[in-house]
């Protein structure tokens, strides 16, 4: 395993600020670009599947199928069983592992996806070669993250200026890639994928109920989850800067004119046949 390997963190961590926003994902909202290509009896693995609702979403999408979810936190898996129980499905398990060496023998799935993933490890491209690995011929790898830098938001605000700042810095001493939206292609040719789509969608947080939300997970996140731990251990920022970002989060989710947008690049590449 190479340095990078070794040394990328996941930023956030799973406190509940962080959950907050990972249990809203579903299918729809989070990998509708893919959601075309499934067919009933596929075999998918999940990637980074955290709280497992997504692959809940998938597992119902494949009823003559099965879904298998993957995280390297084993403590979050017992919540992603908890899910997929919850929901009656008897089509989806779960386990631990590492994108950088999937215990899987080759051309297992017909679908390999992972939401929000390849940002936080340190060879992407050698993450989306295993997933390609474990693929089968024909089959489809499925890839979505969010792009930082081309997040944007209304009013103006100083301090969401400075949380932008941070965060990247944070990711990035932590081995990650907080840009990865825009270099999903690039990172799956350089993989040797050759039959790449490459589309984007975006969240959008306009209305009162989902600025309170969004500021809210994201004013919590930035003084109690480990992305807080790792931006004041790291030297990134002090307590008073951290509960500065914290409360610029908040004033931007009191604005009856505020408005955030979170870019996601996206890529469904073919394996060869």
């Known amino acids: 395993m190479s340095k990078a390997q070794e040394t990328a963190v996941y930023t956030h961590g799973h406190h509940e600020s962080v959950l907050r926003s990972h249990t809203w994902r579903t299918a729809a909202n989070s990998a509708a670009y893919l959601l075309g290509s499934l067919k009933p009896h596929m075999k998918i693995l999940d990637v980074g ?15 003559d199928g099965h879904v298998t979810g993957v995280d390297q936190a084993p403590e979050i898996l017992d919540q992603a069983r908890d899910t997929a129980a919850g929901r009656g499905l008897t089509n989806v398990e779960f386990a631990v592992a590492d994108v950088h060496t999937l215990d899987f023998p080759d051309d297992t799935f017909c679908v390999v996806h992972a939401h929000q993933v390849l940002q936080h ?3 992407p491209v050698g993450a989306l070669r295993e997933m390609k690995r474990v693929t089968k011929p024909g089959g489809f790898i499925a890839v979505r993250d969010s792009d930082y830098a081309a997040m944007t938001w209304y009013p103006a605000s100083r301090g969401m200026d400075d949380w932008l700042d941070l965060y990247r810095r944070v990711a990035r001493a ?12 690039s990172w799956a040719l350089r993989a040797g994928l050759t039959d790449v789509t490459a589309t984007s969608s975006t969240w959008t947080f306009a209305t009162p109920d989902e600025r309170a939300w969004w500021s809210g997970l994201w004013a919590d996140r930035t003084l ?3 992305y807080a731990e790792r931006a004041t ?11 500065a970002v914290s409360e610029a989060w908040r004033e931007w989710g009191r604005q009856e004119d505020g408005w955030f947008s979170v870019l996601h690049g996206e890529i469904l590449c073919r394996k060869e046949a």
Do not use: F
Not at 49 to 62: E, K, R, S, W
């Open 121 to 123: 490890v340190g060879d």
């Open 224 to 226: 109690a989850s480990a």
């Open 174 to 185: 932590n081995g990650g890639e907080p840009d990865a939206g825009r270099r999903l292609k």
């Open 49 to 63: 599947c955290g709280p497992g609702t997504i692959t809940a979403d998938l597992a119902a999408l494949v009823p």
């Open 233 to 243: 251990e790291g030297g990134h920022a002090g307590a008073g800067q951290l509960r």
